[in-house]
Structures are given as structure tokens and as C-alpha cells.
């Protein structure tokens, strides 16, 4: 899981943060200012250490509250969305840092009261499974799509204005202002150092090598730190020189200056709250369903009941990191799949958790590593981690359009749209017309008129209106 050190910090601090700067006079992303530059690396800096702090915390206490060997770190996925989406490429988005902080925190508070009445599980229960299958997927290829590009990735990808995107992957001095490439396409050293961490990590994990992410990630920041190569993260400029000396002092601790509970609390627009529920939304079907498959994959989920002891409590835990994390500045925190890992090797207790939360605590001293992981070496674990993503895309029942379409939509809509909240808009919209219109007809010709794989359908109109609703409710 230490990769998401430097991949939350890269992605989080593409946002701009609290950074800003005269965009009449710098442009819209304020990228030709060194002010701003400089305190966007404050901004990496304060990431690592929020990333690291809230993944100690939440381990910690999912080991000692809930004795679950599940471990909790801010989400991939839902860490783009907050900053490519919500806040925008250096703040060009509709709302502003502050106030997309203010919507996590009120996500965790609504999880806690979901969790302690029970009815959070419920709620994901209740979303078609097709679609459930169908967010996760598209996530997948929006991250790898963000692996793909420059800002946190290997460059490959670039804008086009005849085609919208294209091949890049050409050195930094052949690309215009708004960073599109103009020659030598496919000649930059970093985008074929970020190929090569790509197949080495596919080799690693293809031989079930043990940190095999961490491992392709190290090898290519490694390559990366020399100076005098064409490929390095310290060129001799202001910001090289500063990012230099910072990764000198290897060991040090960076205190959070910029980021810690700075919330904005304005709740008017409409976009705020298309941001909170899309939160709401992706963190139900990602942690409710990563802590399922792991008590599953551990052995401990009762099949009757289809729960697992202590999931109340991992719940709460859960709800509770989500809100700390808002405080230090970042977005949500989840369970992650990479708690397999542990479970594979014997981890059945919290002692697992514990034992990852103090090594979270470790790395909060070593800023100035995490911090010179360049976006070439971190993009390749978006791309796999994206890949690993799609696996569940087979679950979904395409033999009938009434789920097929719907969760199409949603897989292409949240890469496309780059946005995973107009995603969901689309592939639930989708579906309740489709599957509305077909039970109407359905119950007006009195059962003459349905499509010929109806038999083939999931079932769940039937499962709203038979009965199975209400026996998905909590008990009180």
C-alpha cells in the first residue's frame, strides 16, 4: 500500500490546494508563476505528511476497534475525482478546495449515522448489480487514463485539438503553452522510463513478486534523482534546486502548514452537493464492498447472514478516518483491496493493521523520498492499479441491454466525462428509464408484451416491488 503515499500527494496537489495566484496575469492554471509553483510544493509536502498521518490513524484504529486485518488509506479513484473534477487542474473547477473539503466532511459525518443505524449496507444493497460492477470499472480506466497523462503520469497522452487527445511523450521543450506536443512525438526520456516501470511492474506481479508496485516505483525515481541526465526530476531551475535540496535531508518531518482544516462551508450551489453525493455513492460500493470480499477471501463472512463480525464497528471506523482525513486535507479514505495481501500471508486479526499503521507512522519521516517520486513513476501503479480495476467487468450480465447499456454508459462516461458523478448520473438514469419503460409496458399488455430475454434479466424491479426491499431493511 506505500505507493499511495506519492500517488495521493501528486494527484491531491494537482488541485492547487489553498495555492492561488493573479490568473488574469499567470493564465487559468497559474503555471508560469514561480510563486505558485513553490507553494504547490509546499502542498506535495503537506499531502505526504496528511496521507501518511490519516493511513496511521485509520489502520490503527480498524486494528484495535474493529480487530479487522483491513487496512484504510485515501482512496484512488476517488482522490482524482476530488481534484480533477471537483476542485479542477490547479483549482479550474467549480468549487474550491476548501469547500470540496467541507463535502468530505460531511460525507464522513452522514457515513457515521448510516453506520450506526445500520444503513449503510443496506443502501448498497439496494443499487443494481450491474452498475455496482459497472462504477468500478469505469474508475479503473479514469485512473489509468490519468496514468497515461502528464501531470500525474507518464506523459503518453496529450491534448489534440483535432482529435481531442493523441500521442505525446515528447521532451518538455517541445510542448506549447498549453502543453500539447508539437514534435517529437514519442522522443521524451521520462515517457519511456514510465513505459519501462509499467512492464516491470506487469513482470513483478505476473510472478506474484511481494511489493511489486513499490518496487517498479522506486526503480524508476531512482533512475529519475541524478541531475546531470536528461531524464532527471531536479533540472536546474528555482523549483529543481528547492525540490533538490529538500530530498537532501532524506530524513525530516514536514508539518502540515497549508492544508489543515482550512473548510469552506458553502452549501448553495449545486455542484457542491453533486460532489457530496458522488462521494456518498463511490464509498458505499468501494469500502462496503472491499471489506465484503476480504471477510469473504478471509474466511469469516457468515453465509446466512451474508456479515461478518466486527463490520459495524469498521463501518464507524471507517466514517470517522473519513472525516479526520477532511481535517489534514484530504479526500476520502476507503478500505483497500491490498489488504488481500496480508489476509494471503495469515493476517486474520487487527494485529495486521496495527502493524501497517505504524509503518504509515515510519514513513511520516521520510518526506523528502515520497516527495521525489517523479509523476513518470508514479503513473505506471495508476495504470495497473486501473487494470486491476477491470477484472470485475465480466460480472456484469451483458446478455440483457436493460443492464448492458446502463452500465456501458456509466464504464465510458466517467473516463470520457472525466468525471465519475456525471458517470453515475448517466448509467442510473439510464437504467431506471430503460427497465421503467419496460415494466410499464410489462404490466399495461398484462405480461404479453416483454423482450425476449427477459427470463435473462437481474432481477431488480422484482426485488423493489416483491418483497426483497423491505427484507433489506434494517431491523429496527
Same mark, same amino acid.
Given at each position: #500500500?506505500?505507493?499511495?503515499?506519492?500517488?495521493?500527494?501528486?494527484?491531491?496537489?494537482?488541485?492547487?490546494?489553498?495555492?492561488?495566484?493573479?490568473?488574469?496575469?499567470?493564465?487559468?492554471? @497559474? /503555471?508560469?508563476?514561480?510563486?505558485?509553483?513553490?507553494?504547490?510544493?509546499?502542498?506535495?509536502?503537506? #499531502?505526504?505528511?496528511?496521507?501518511?498521518?490519516?493511513?496511521? #490513524?485509520?489502520?490503527?484504529?480498524?486494528?484495535?476497534?474493529?480487530?479487522?486485518?483491513?487496512?484504510?488509506?485515501?482512496?484512488?479513484?476517488?482522490?482524482?475525482?476530488?481534484?480533477?473534477?471537483?476542485?479542477?487542474?490547479?483549482?479550474?473547477? *467549480?468549487?474550491?478546495?476548501?469547500?470540496?473539503?467541507?463535502?468530505?466532511?460531511? /460525507?464522513?459525518?452522514?457515513?457515521?449515522?448510516?453506520?450506526?443505524?445500520?444503513?449503510?449496507?443496506?443502501?448498497?444493497?439496494?443499487?443494481?448489480?450491474?452498475?455496482?460492477?459497472?462504477?468500478?470499472?469505469?474508475?479503473?480506466?479514469?485512473?489509468?487514463?490519468?496514468?497515461?497523462?502528464?501531470?500525474?503520469?507518464?506523459?503518453?497522452?496529450?491534448?489534440?485539438?483535432?482529435?481531442?487527445? /493523441?500521442?505525446?511523450?515528447?521532451?518538455?521543450?517541445?510542448?506549447?503553452?498549453?502543453?500539447?506536443?508539437?514534435?517529437?512525438?514519442? /522522443?521524451?526520456?521520462?515517457?519511456?522510463?514510465?513505459? !519501462?516501470?509499467?512492464?516491470?511492474?506487469?513482470?513483478?506481479?505476473?510472478?506474484?513478486?511481494?511489493?511489486?508496485?513499490?518496487?517498479?516505483?522506486?526503480?524508476?525515481?531512482?533512475?529519475?534523482?541524478?541531475?546531470?541526465?536528461?531524464?532527471?526530476?531536479?533540472?536546474?531551475?528555482?523549483?529543481?534546486?528547492?525540490?533538490?535540496?529538500?530530498?537532501? *535531508?532524506?530524513?525530516?518531518?514536514?508539518?502540515?502548514?497549508?492544508? !489543515?482544516?482550512?473548510?469552506?462551508?458553502?452549501?448553495?450551489?449545486?455542484?457542491?452537493?453533486?460532489?457530496?453525493?458522488?462521494?456518498?455513492?463511490?464509498?458505499?460500493?468501494? @469500502?462496503?464492498?472491499?471489506?465484503?470480499?476480504?471477510? *469473504?477471501?478471509?474466511?469469516? #463472512?457468515?453465509?446466512?447472514?451474508?456479515?461478518?463480525?466486527? &463490520?459495524?464497528?469498521?463501518?464507524?471506523?471507517? &466514517?470517522?478516518?473519513?472525516?479526520?482525513?477532511?481535517?489534514?486535507?484530504?479526500?476520502?479514505?476507503?478500505?483497500?483491496?491490498?489488504?488481500?495481501?496480508?489476509?494471503?500471508?495469515?493476517?486474520?486479526?487487527?494485529?495486521?493493521?496495527?502493524?501497517?499503521?505504524?509503518?504509515?507512522?515510519?514513513?511520516?519521516?521520510?518526506?523528502?523520498?515520497?516527495?521525489?517520486?517523479?509523476?513518470?513513476?508514479?503513473?505506471?501503479?495508476?495504470?495497473?492499479?486501473?487494470?486491476?480495476?477491470?477484472?470485475?467487468?465480466?460480472?456484469?450480465?451483458?446478455?440483457?441491454?436493460?443492464?448492458?447499456?446502463?452500465?456501458?454508459?456509466?464504464?465510458?462516461?466517467?473516463?470520457?466525462?472525466?468525471?465519475?458523478?456525471?458517470?453515475?448520473?448517466?448509467?442510473?438514469?439510464?437504467?431506471?428509464?430503460?427497465?421503467?419503460?419496460?415494466?410499464?409496458?410489462? *404490466?399495461?399488455?398484462?405480461?404479453?408484451?416483454?423482450?425476449?430475454?427477459?427470463?435473462?434479466?437481474?432481477?431488480?424491479?422484482?426485488?423493489?416491488?416483491?418483497?426483497?426491499?423491505?427484507?433489506?431493511?434494517?431491523?429496527?
Amino acid at each position: #500500500m506505500s505507493y499511495i503515499i506519492s500517488t495521493n500527494a501528486l494527484i491531491l496537489t494537482d488541485s492547487g490546494g489553498t495555492c492561488d495566484c493573479d490568473r488574469e496575469e499567470f493564465g487559468a492554471t @497559474c /503555471e508560469n508563476d514561480p510563486a505558485y509553483t513553490t507553494c504547490l510544493q509546499r502542498m506535495k509536502l503537506d #499531502m505526504i505528511t496528511a496521507t501518511c498521518a490519516i493511513s496511521c #490513524m485509520a489502520c490503527i484504529l480498524m486494528g484495535v476497534v474493529a480487530n479487522l486485518p483491513i487496512a484504510l488509506a485515501p482512496g484512488m479513484g476517488l482522490n482524482a475525482y476530488f481534484a480533477y473534477t471537483v476542485v479542477g487542474f490547479h483549482g479550474t473547477g *467549480k468549487i474550491s478546495y476548501e469547500n470540496a473539503l467541507a463535502a468530505v466532511c460531511i /460525507e464522513g459525518i452522514i457515513f457515521f449515522v448510516l453506520s450506526v443505524l445500520g444503513i449503510r449496507q443496506w443502501f448498497a444493497r439496494l443499487i443494481p448489480a450491474s452498475l455496482k460492477t459497472a462504477t468500478g470499472t469505469g474508475i479503473g480506466i479514469y485512473l489509468a487514463f490519468i496514468g497515461l497523462q502528464s501531470s500525474a503520469g507518464i506523459g503518453l497522452i496529450t491534448a489534440s485539438s483535432s482529435t481531442l487527445v /493523441e500521442l505525446g511523450g515528447c521532451p518538455p521543450e517541445f510542448r506549447d503553452e498549453n502543453n500539447v506536443c508539437t514534435t517529437h512525438h514519442m /522522443e521524451g526520456g521520462p515517457m519511456w522510463l514510465g513505459v !519501462l516501470g509499467l512492464m516491470l511492474i506487469g513482470t513483478m506481479l505476473l510472478y506474484r513478486l511481494k511489493g511489486a508496485i513499490l518496487i517498479g516505483i522506486l526503480f524508476i525515481a531512482i533512475i529519475s534523482w541524478p541531475r546531470p541526465t536528461p531524464v532527471t526530476y531536479f533540472p536546474y531551475t528555482q523549483a529543481g534546486d528547492e525540490a533538490f535540496a529538500f530530498f537532501k *535531508k532524506v530524513v525530516t518531518f514536514h508539518p502540515i502548514k497549508d492544508t !489543515l482544516a482550512r473548510f469552506h462551508w458553502d452549501l448553495t450551489t449545486g455542484e457542491f452537493w453533486i460532489a457530496l453525493i458522488t462521494f456518498l455513492y463511490v464509498d458505499i460500493l468501494d @469500502c462496503t464492498g472491499t471489506m465484503f470480499s476480504m471477510a *469473504k477471501f478471509g474466511g469469516y #463472512m457468515d453465509e446466512r447472514t451474508q456479515d461478518f463480525e466486527g &463490520s459495524s464497528m469498521a463501518f464507524l471506523v471507517d &466514517s470517522v478516518s473519513i472525516t479526520i482525513g477532511s481535517v489534514f486535507g484530504s479526500s476520502p479514505v476507503t478500505a483497500f483491496i491490498e489488504s488481500g495481501a496480508g489476509i494471503a500471508e495469515g493476517g486474520r486479526t487487527g494485529i495486521t493493521t496495527i502493524v501497517t499503521g505504524i509503518m504509515f507512522f515510519i514513513a511520516l519521516f521520510f518526506a523528502p523520498i515520497f516527495a521525489s517520486f517523479p509523476p513518470w513513476a508514479t503513473g505506471p501503479a495508476l495504470i495497473v492499479v486501473g487494470s486491476m480495476m477491470m477484472q470485475g467487468v465480466t460480472q456484469i450480465n451483458w446478455r440483457y441491454v436493460g443492464d448492458a447499456l446502463p452500465a456501458f454508459i456509466t464504464i465510458i462516461l466517467i473516463p470520457f466525462g472525466y468525471s465519475i458523478g456525471y458517470g453515475l448520473i448517466a448509467g442510473i438514469g439510464s437504467f431506471v428509464f430503460i427497465n421503467s419503460l419496460v415494466f410499464i409496458i410489462l *404490466k399495461l399488455s398484462r405480461g404479453r408484451i416483454a423482450p425476449p430475454n427477459f427470463d435473462e434479466r437481474d432481477d431488480w424491479i422484482g426485488f423493489v416491488t416483491q418483497g426483497g426491499f423491505k427484507q433489506n431493511i434494517p431491523s429496527w
